[in-house]
Structures are given as C-alpha cells and as structure tokens.
C-alpha cells in the first residue's frame, strides 16, 4: 500500500511569490491535513480537510489556502510568501474512524528567499 | 483546552543505556495518544499509539508507552537505546469524542552518544 506522497520534494521561491504543494492521501483517506514546521517551532497545524471541503484551520493568515479535490488529494496555496514562510510542510491523511490517527507523507521543504 | 507538554527539549543517552521520554497532556475526555519519531527533513512515523484497554504499548523499534490516567502522563521508553534511534520524537493527543483535533507537542529531541 502506497503511502501519502507529497511533492514537490523542495521548492524555492522569493517574496512576493505564490507557492502551491501538492498532496496525495493513502488510498481510502478522506481526510487531509497539513502542518507547518518552522525550524525550532514544532509542528504548527494549518488546514484540515475531509471529503472535499475544509473543516478546520490554524492560527495563519488568509494568505495560507488550500482545497481537496474529488479524489482527496490536496493542494496547499501560499501567496504573498514571506521570509519565514521557510519550512518543512507535512501532508497527513486519516481515514474517517474517529481514532484520529494521522499518516504522514515525507515533506515539502519551501526556502523563501 | 486540550495540550501537549513535552518537558524535555532534548536529552542524550549513551547507546545501551535505558530511555524514558515525558509526555503529559490535558484533554476533557478520553484522549488518544499517539508517539511518533522524525528523523531529520523527513516526514513523521507512527511509533505507537493508545486508545483503549491494556495501558502498557508496545510499539515498533522496541518502544512502549505506558498511560497512566492519573498522572495524565504518556511516557515513552525503551530499555537499550541504539544509535539510529537519534531522531526527534513528538507525543500527540487526539479527541475520542470525533473530529479531527490532535495536538502535538513541542518534540523532543534525542542525542545518543556512543
């Protein structure tokens, strides 16, 4: 069984740039979360999506967007980056049982410069 | 509110010797407890987790986890500790009461000197 897949591996961009990050659930996953961790920050959740429409965000700007397509995979949009926008994003999925139970995919490192 | 402390921002042991890793969390019902390890720039993986029943884990890599109501504590260890176990290790607790919420701590990272 394939696992939650992300890519791009690692994206640069500069200021003012939009980024887009893609994720890919396991197969059966309806829900889709992701996290951002900034260096020394831990993990700082930002979206969670199930069945195509978003349930839950984090503390973050507007700027941070995303949805989830009909086949559950998602796209994370950030525009306007800025500075510390630099991180480590993680996609995870879960199936929808309640347990909460989150399977992570490998990140997506994004350097704004 | 729910949380997660991780009081140990990192610790080191010497390989062989023994681990235990704190977790305490506050949550409103019954939680569901989670260790996951990183290693470094990749993603998390799931090291155990407790939702229901026998309060002594048994996980993979030679973990256990142990919860214990009371103490609303969820501590990792493992008896002999090997060099590749040198990784960032996070404790999360999620609700049983449905939705989505788990929480994270703040990680805690491991050194293991030989």
């Known amino acids: 069984e394939a696992g939650v897949t992300q890519s791009p591996t690692h994206l640069i961009k500069t200021r003012g740039q939009q980024a887009t990050l893609r994720c890919s659930p396991i197969s059966g996953h309806t829900s889709v979360y992701w996290y951002q961790q900034a260096l020394g920050l831990g993990l700082q959740f930002l979206l969670w999506y199930d069945e195509g429409e978003e349930r839950n965000r984090g503390n973050f700007p507007p700027r941070f967007s995303g949805r989830q397509f009909p086949n559950y995979s998602s796209e994370l949009n950030v525009n306007a980056l800025e500075l510390e926008d630099s991180a480590l994003y993680l996609c995870a999925s879960s199936p929808r049982t309640g347990t909460n139970e989150q399977f992570f995919g490998p990140g997506t490192r994004l350097t704004v410069l | 509110a729910q949380s997660v402390t991780q009081p140990d921002i990192h610790i080191t042991v010497s390989e062989g010797a023994s681990l235990e890793l704190r977790c305490n969390y506050s949550?409103?019902?019954?939680?569901?407890l989670f260790w996951y390890v990183q290693s470094p720039g990749q993603g998390l993986q799931l090291l155990l987790k407790?939702?229901?029943?026998?309060?002594l884990v048994q996980g993979i890599k030679g973990f256990e986890a142990e919860f214990k109501r009371s103490q609303s504590s969820f501590n990792l260890r493992k008896p002999s500790v090997h060099w590749s176990d040198a990784a960032e290790y996070f404790c999360a607790v999620g609700g049983s009461t449905g939705g989505f919420k788990t929480i994270f701590g703040a990680g805690t990272r491991l050194f293991v000197k030989a």
């Open positions: 949550y409103g019902a019954t939680p569901y």
């Open positions: 407790y939702f229901s029943g026998d309060t």
